[in-house]
T-cell receptor, first 114, second 114 residues
């Protein structure tokens, strides 16, 4: 069975601080995909990134960066110089690909204070 | 990215009535659609997976007679909550995947049963 653990239920930081959201996953699949989504109060899911299990390169997109480490089954997400607009719930998710749906973590509620 | 439209975005219904939620892929053919449920301040849980033209596959613990899923065309899937009760109040969100593509999420439907 697949499992995604986001141990941080809520994180509160002051604007401009860097913040890292942790994600640890479990799967028996050799091929799988990892995702991060942002969910603002309106509820829609905003896609941030997808990573396949064969690509361990870290990725940077503006203020966002992701660190994928297969050895520790982790896929952490860092926001640099946080802004109030970054406040939301962030979900890490895992899929086996094919016709598999996503297994979500419980989410981390990120609060950026001005 | 591809567009998935979910309708309605909000619905309030009386206990005992049925509610239909539509999920449409607007610019691609969705061979697979997924339905998720999210209780307040909780994670998203996969309810069922449907492939066009075939019966949906429900996750363990999801009542198939209560949550009727139809995927009659490559652009439309519907979720009908039958004989809704207050405990069915939740946020329902669909996602759609085409051949060789990732899954894209709809905007979600907030169902309140009174």
């Amino acid at each position: 069975a697949q499992k995604v653990t986001q141990a941080q239920t809520e994180i509160s930081v002051v604007e401009k601080e860097d913040v890292t959201l942790d994600c640890v996953y479990e799967t028996r699949d050799t091929t799988y995909y990892l995702f991060w989504y942002k969910q603002p109060p309106s509820g829609e899911l905003v896609f941030l990134i997808r990573r396949n299990s064969f690509d361990e390169q870290n990725e940077i997109s503006g203020r966002y960066s992701w660190n994928f480490q297969k050895s520790t089954s982790s896929f952490n997400f860092t926001i640099t110089a946080s802004q109030v607009v970054d406040s939301a719930v962030y979900f890490c998710a895992l899929s086996g690909g094919g016709a598999d749906g996503l297994t979500f973590g419980k989410g981390t509620h990120l609060i950026i204070q001005p | 990215g591809a567009v998935v439209s979910q309708h309605p975005s909000r619905v309030i219904c009386k206990s005992g009535t049925s509610v239909k939620i539509e999920c449409r892929s607007l610019d691609f053919q969705a061979t697979t659609m997924f339905w998720y449920r999210q209780f307040p301040k909780q994670s998203l849980m996969l309810m069922a997976t449907s492939n066009e033209g075939s019966k949906a596959t429900y996750e363990q613990g999801v009542e198939k007679d209560k949550f009727l899923i139809n995927h009659a065309s490559l652009t439309l899937s519907t979720l009908t909550v039958t004989s809704a009760h207050p405990e069915d109040s939740s946020f329902y969100i669909c996602s759609a995947r085409g051949r060789g593509t990732e899954a894209f999420f709809g905007q979600g439907t907030r169902l309140t049963v009174v």
